[in-house]
Structure formats: structure tokens, C-alpha cells
């Protein structure tokens, strides 16, 4: 049945979420940064890492502002502009740079990041008092462990202002001293109300991140990249989870998101890969828009308001 449902081409996007009867999509797992580090990225990612399968080609390797265009063309009426710090002394410029760009991009959720370091929680603190509305960390490349007592203060000031956070805490592309359900974990048992977005559900260590997202009230997983072709080949998702992702969607917990930019295939796969599943309508308007909608406080006019139609 799955592989009967026809493909559609970026072009068909706005006609797929139309169907739906959504006013757009939300995509809570897009990359922008500051273009010297965007072209280092993009290097890294060309001369060997992280591969998976046959190798990982950019599909949207475009100017920023054709970025922007082609997001709006597609009708992701939000999204944020996701940095994250891999060593100290660079959070606080990205999360300068990252409100600037929400501020003058119309759509784009003002974000920010952090890192174990002094001065932490102050820069934090400036962040959200400028409008920071969610926050990405990268324990596999940041390289850190999410229990150190520097960001303790840190993560229940996120908890308290009721601010999500999307973590890359699993172990792709390749396992890391910090990565896996067992850290993350650690901080959830100190600040159970912390609303955390697990990025990639949880890949591959699925079961496990489930049952955090079962276990804890605002812990919620997002759909970057899985059920694609391309990562189906290397991290299968199983098929006996699929009864729990339902459920999980409908009650909130899985988020659209893409890692848009930097993605080896059309965005339309994504959104094909999650058609695939057969979990039924109301779950895919769930996961493409009401869950975050509501996570992150999007009234009905905010599309209008932002000037992203």
C-alpha cells in the first residue's frame, strides 16, 4: 500500500498540505547560520562526514535568501534558524546572529544555543530577554556531557520559561561519549517539566527515546529525516513501532522537521516518507502542524503577522 501513494515533486507541496486542509507547514528542524560557518558545513559534509549510504550530496546548496524563497515557496509558514556551539567562546556571537536573522526574516522563530562555559546562563538569559523562542543543542558534535553542573542552572531556567529545546542526543551519524538516551535522561530526572525535542526520533535508538517521550510529559521527538530512502537503507525504522508513533503523534509528541538545508534528497521525500507510513491523515496534520503549533504558542494569525504567507 505504501509504495502505491505517488511522490510528489517540491512543486506539489502546497496542493499535498492543502489536502490536509493545513494552513502551511511548521518545520521545527531547519539550519541557517552565518555564511563563513555555513560554507564550512557544507565542506565537512562534502569531504567525508557524516556519510550514510552512498555519501551525503547537498540538495539546497543556495544563497540564503533563495533558502528563505524556496522555504516559502514550499509553504513552511515557521520555521527557526538552528545554530549550535561545538566549542566555547562562539554561543553567544551565533545567538547575535540568529536573532538578527529571525528579527529581518520574516517566518523565522527566533533561536539560540549554549555551551558548558562561563558566563552560560547570563548569555542565556540576554537570549530569551530578546525574544529567543527555542533553543538546539548537538551533544554529538558539541561533544558534551548534558548533566556537567555548569549548564544545570541553565536547563532549569528553559524548563521554568516553558522554552523547548531540540536535541541531538542519539548516536548518528556515529555514537559519542555524550550521545545516546542515558545523558539526556540524566537531565530529565533533575528537570522533568524541561521540554525537550529529541531530533531525529530518536535514531537509531528508537525504543529508548520513545519511552522518554512516553515517560515524560513535554518530551517530544521530530521526524528529521527519518523514513527517508536515504536513511532507511542505513537505520530501518521498525515496523513494530509504528502503533507507538501514532500514538505518540496524536497526542502531541512528533514534530515536522528536516534538517532543510542540508539534505541529500527534495524536501517533498520527507514529507512522502511520512505520507508512507499510512498512519492516517490526522497524524500527519498533527505531526505537520498542531503539535507545533501548540508547542510553541503559534496563534492562528501568526503566519499573517510575520508577513509569511
Not at 545554530?83 to 528579527?103: E, I, K, Q, S
Not at 535522561?185 to 524541561?194: D, Q, T
Not at 530501518?236 to 515536522?256: I, N, S, T, W, Y
Request: aromatic share 10%.
Amino acid at each position: 500500500m505504501q509504495n502505491m501513494i505517488p511522490e510528489p515533486a517540491d512543486a506539489d507541496v502546497p496542493a499535498w498540505w492543502r489536502r490536509l486542509g493545513l494552513p502551511g507547514l511548521v518545520d521545527v528542524h531547519v539550519h541557517f547560520l552565518p555564511e563563513r560557518m555555513e560554507r564550512r558545513v557544507w565542506h565537512h559534509f562534502d569531504h567525508g562526514g557524516p556519510l550514510m549510504g552512498e555519501g551525503w550530496p547537498i540538495r539546497y546548496r543556495l544563497p540564503a535568501e533563495e533558502r528563505v524563497a524556496r522555504l516559502r515557496e514550499l509553504g513552511v509558514r515557521v520555521f527557526p534558524a538552528l545554530a549550535y556551539a561545538h566549542r566555547p567562546g562562539m554561543a553567544a556571537d551565533l545567538n547575535a546572529w540568529t536573532l538578527d536573522f529571525a528579527r529581518r526574516t520574516p517566518g523565522c522563530l527566533p533561536s539560540a544555543t549554549f555551551y558548558p562555559e562561563p558566563g552560560v546562563l547570563g548569555y542565556v538569559r540576554d537570549a530569551l530577554d530578546r525574544g529567543a523562542r527555542v533553543f538546539k543543542v548537538h551533544l554529538q558534535v558539541g561533544d558534551f556531557d548534558p548533566r556537567l553542573k555548569e549548564i544545570d542552572e541553565v536547563w532549569g531556567l528553559l524548563a521554568d520559561r516553558g522554552v523547548p529545546v531540540v536535541v541531538h542526543a542519539s548516536s548518528i551519524p556515529l555514537p559519542g561519549r555524550c550521545t545516546g538516551p542515558v545523558p539526556i535522561a540524566g537531565v530529565l530526572a533533575r528537570h522533568p517539566r524541561l521540554a525537550v525535542v529529541i531530533a531525529h526520533l530518536g535514531m537509531p535508538e528508537y525504543d529508548e527515546f520513545f519511552q522518554l517521550a512516553e515517560a515524560y510529559p513535554d518530551v517530544r521527538l521530530d521526524t528529521t529525516m527519518t523514513f527517508t530512502d536515504f536513511a532507511e537503507r542505513g537505520t530501518p525504522f521498525p515496523d513494530r513501532l509504528r502503533p507507538r508513533l501514532r500514538e505518540l503523534g496524536l497526542a502531541g509528541k512528533v514534530l515536522l522537521g528536516s534538517d532543510f538545508p542540508t539534505i541529500p534528497h527534495p524536501y517533498a521525500h520527507q514529507l512522502h516518507a511520512l505520507e508512507r507510513l499510512d498512519l492516517g491523515d490526522d497524524w500527519l496534520r498533527a505531526v505537520c502542524w498542531d503539535n507545533a503549533a501548540h508547542l510553541l504558542g503559534l496563534t492562528p494569525d501568526y503566519t499573517r503577522s510575520t508577513g509569511n504567507r
